[in-house]
């Protein structure tokens, strides 16, 4: 059961490529971080507050962690490049849209 779940979760190998096969690693481990963060921190305030309601910052965090699940999907399938570009312009998207929305930006 533990070899199958670290199969699951272990970056892809290019075997013709060492470089790529690196890369491949660290946007795997930062794909995984901000799922776990994402859902982490819905699950976690829901369940500390005892908050049921939804905001516009749920829903974002919620969606970015589902398009995360997808570029991980395909980063295991090669998309290396598509993979990382979509992971930088999330987090940043996502930190100044949550930003801009709890008025920390003024």
């Known amino acids: 059961m533990l ?3 670290t199969k699951i979760f272990a970056p892809p190998v ?3 490529d060492e470089e790529k096969t690196r890369k491949a ?3 795997n ?3 995984l971080t901000l799922i776990v963060i994402a859902l982490g921190y819905e699950i976690g305030t829901r369940a500390i507050r005892g908050y049921t309601g939804q905001n516009i ?3 974002i965090l919620i969606l970015f962690a589902i398009i995360i699940f997808a570029g991980w999907i ?3 399938r090669g998309y290396l490049r598509f993979t990382s570009i ?3 312009v999330l987090i940043w998207v ?3 849209g949550i930003t801009v929305i709890g008025s920390g930006v003024r």
Do not use: C, H, Q, T
Request: no cysteine; proline share 4%; hydrophobic share 55%.
């Open 3 to 5: 070899k199958r779940m």
């Open 14 to 16: 290019f075997p013709e």
């Open 25 to 27: 690693r660290y946007a």
């Open 29 to 31: 481990a930062i794909a």
């Open 57 to 59: 910052s749920d829903f």
């Open 74 to 76: 395909l980063l295991r």
């Open 86 to 88: 979509l992971l930088v």
């Open 94 to 96: 996502v930190s100044n």
